[in-house]
């Protein structure tokens, strides 16, 4: 039994409730994990709008699975798709080293960056030091150097 790494995009009808829609990347989450795949990464991109309709709609909720499995489990996988009336298109490809390095990549890039950005929110959120509290910071000249109005 062979394990190789996937990346497995559904498009779901778009015209489901918010809840059926979790339901159903849930259900398909759940069965990669029962048989024997590990996920890896799941991408909700969310309600597009498709390049040309499908079954008379422009929209659809797209998933994107990235997971790692046995063989045996896609056809299975791409069993339940054709079976399932909701999903209205998907592709299911199966990762080289070079689309792994790059995900991998991409992704502690996109770490670095929303780290990057926790850190420059943090250094705005800072208190300013208001116009009135600078007055009593600044201390007084003495007596004998203020000028007089002679």
């Not at 059926?20 to 069965?31: G, P, R, Y």
């Not at 309709?53 to 790692?68: C, D, E, H, P, T």
């Not at 770490?111 to 007084?140: F, G, H, N, Y």
Request: net charge negative; no cysteine.
């Amino acid at each position: 039994m062979r394990i190789h790494q996937y990346e497995s995009t559904i498009i779901i009808n778009a015209a489901l409730e918010d809840d059926q829609i979790e339901a159903l990347v849930t259900k398909v989450k759940d069965f990669i994990e029962n048989h024997g795949g590990t996920i890896v990464d799941l991408d909700r991109w969310g309600r597009k709008r498709l390049a040309y309709q499908i079954n008379k709609s422009k929209i659809g909720y797209y998933a994107v699975y990235r997971f790692s499995a046995p063989t045996e489990l896609i056809s299975q996988l791409e069993r339940i798709y054709r079976l399932d009336e909701q999903v209205v298109r998907f592709l299911t490809v199966k990762l080289d080293k070079y689309a792994i390095a790059y995900l991998d990549d991409a992704q502690s890039r996109r770490a670095q960056d929303a780290a990057a950005m926790v850190s420059q929110a943090e250094v705005v959120a800072e208190p300013e030091v208001s116009a009135v509290e600078e007055e009593t910071l600044v201390p007084e000249a003495p007596e004998d150097e203020k000028p007089s109005a002679e």
